[in-house]
């Protein structure tokens, strides 16, 4: 009989408190916030469901929450195409293996402020590199700290070039893990190039698909510093995400409750349309 031992959890243990004290206790003591006011002093007042209620409600959140999917949905269909086709494109054998490989995952060691201010000094539309080309080489009209639509498109190219390696990277691990032997039966049965990116090399693929775009939706759908270092959620609101009005809301207007409250329902959407990502693309594996 093959016995347990149970020693081995003393090895877990200081994960699991560590986990506690970055998580768990900030998440109670968020919890505690959502149901209650305070005026300070340490004196609570209880709210019930209220803050959840006023957030629900609000047009400020249905519009920053809109902002925010949108976002996030942009991201999705460029990077994981994108990021298939760079990947598809690298060679699988050679010297220059390492090199791209390198320079794939140069944009990522990269922190995220300080890319947030390469792109606004990089962009700005009289001294930065990109908005002085715009302007003045190709005369289009540039110039995010006042067009919307500049803005936007400024805050997607610069989340492409920071996180489109990490799908590059994920899809190459999963093209190189295919046999050779897969490749030579679909060239003696003539297969054209296309069919052997959609019967071989893209099921092989799904597994770390899956968690790319999972990644993805995730890393997009909770961004912040990028973005405000960048624009600050300007011009005017355009570019403020639901992660910029939550920090406005508990550090610019120091209303603790409806930020906790907030806090909670972006946590359950994050979670909820996570799960429903991962059903869907291993809806297949499970039947």
Not at 173 to 190: C, E, F, R, T
Request: charged letters at 10%; glycine letters at 6%.
């Amino acid at each position: 009989m093959k016995t347990e031992n149970q020693k081995a959890w003393f090895f877990v243990l200081p994960v699991l408190l560590l986990v506690a004290f970055n998580a768990l206790i900030p998440m109670m003591t968020v919890v505690n916030y959502s149901f209650q006011e305070t005026f300070g002093d340490n004196v609570f007042f209880w709210q019930g469901v209220d803050w959840f209620e006023q957030i629900l409600r609000s047009d400020r959140f249905h519009a920053a929450l809109g902002r925010q999917f949108m976002f996030t949905a942009l991201i999705l269909v460029i990077e994981v195409p994108l990021g298939i086709a760079i990947a598809l494109s690298m060679p699988r054998k050679g010297f220059w293996v390492p090199v791209c490989l390198v320079l794939m995952a140069l944009p990522m060691l990269i922190p995220w402020n300080v890319v947030g201010a390469m792109w606004n000094i990089f962009t700005l539309p009289d001294i930065g590199l990109l908005g002085y080309f715009l302007n003045h080489v190709l005369g289009i009209n540039y110039d995010m700290t006042q067009d919307p639509l500049a803005a936007w498109v400024t805050i997607i190219t610069m989340d492409v070039w920071h996180w489109t390696s990490l799908v590059v990277l994920l899809s190459y691990a999963g093209l190189v893990s295919i046999p050779d032997a897969y490749y030579q039966a679909a060239k003696i049965d003539g297969a054209s190039n296309w069919s052997v990116f959609r019967f071989i090399q893209l099921p092989k693929m799904k597994t770390v698909l899956t968690i790319a775009i999972l990644l993805r939706f995730m890393d997009s759908f909770n961004i912040y510093t990028e973005p405000f270092v960048l624009t600050g959620g300007g011009p005017g609101n355009s570019t403020t995400l639901l992660s910029i009005d939550l920090v406005k809301i508990a550090l610019g207007q120091f209303d603790l409750g409806p930020a906790a409250a907030m806090s909670l329902i972006y946590f359950a959407i994050t979670l909820l349309v996570s799960w429903l990502f991962y059903t869907l693309m291993t809806k297949d594996d499970l039947n």
